[in-house]
């Protein structure tokens, strides 16, 4: 399994931007299809985003479309979560993860960093 380890996580204002990193340890990291997920408080955990192991292919939650983007540098070992026109809503622990499967399914997923916390003020 791969090793994650996210960052980028801040207080953002409602309409302001960040972008989440996540480092992979590993030589294998190319081979691996990478998602993030995010939990709120008191809510379970939720699909944001996933993108195949060339970076060719990308999908996402019709609650981020548009707004977010998810992209790979496999010669860097990370993935990114471009966040822009943040909501309120968008508050919640966001994790990284890898996998063998292209899918949404979390349980798809069986390597998971510790998550960074991305807070959004109106």
């Known amino acids: 399994q791969v090793q994650l380890v996210e960052s980028g996580g801040e207080l953002v204002q409602a309409g302001g931007s960040l972008r989440l990193s996540c480092a992979a340890s590993?030589?294998?990291?190319?081979?691996?299809?990478m998602g993030w997920f995010r939990q709120a408080p008191g809510k379970e955990r939720e699909f944001v985003a996933v993108?195949?192991?060339?970076?060719?292919?990308?999908v996402y939650a019709d609650s981020v479309k548009g707004r977010f983007t998810i992209s790979r540098d496999n010669a860097k070992n990370t993935v990114y979560l471009q966040m822009n026109s943040l909501k309120p809503e968008d508050t919640a622990n966001y994790y990284c993860a890898g996998g063998q499967y292209y899918s949404r399914d979390q349980t798809r997923f069986g390597s998971w960093g510790q998550g960074t916390q991305v807070t959004v003020s109106s």
């Open positions: 590993g030589r294998t990291f190319s081979s691996y299809v």
């Open positions: 993108i195949s192991s060339s970076g060719a292919y990308t």
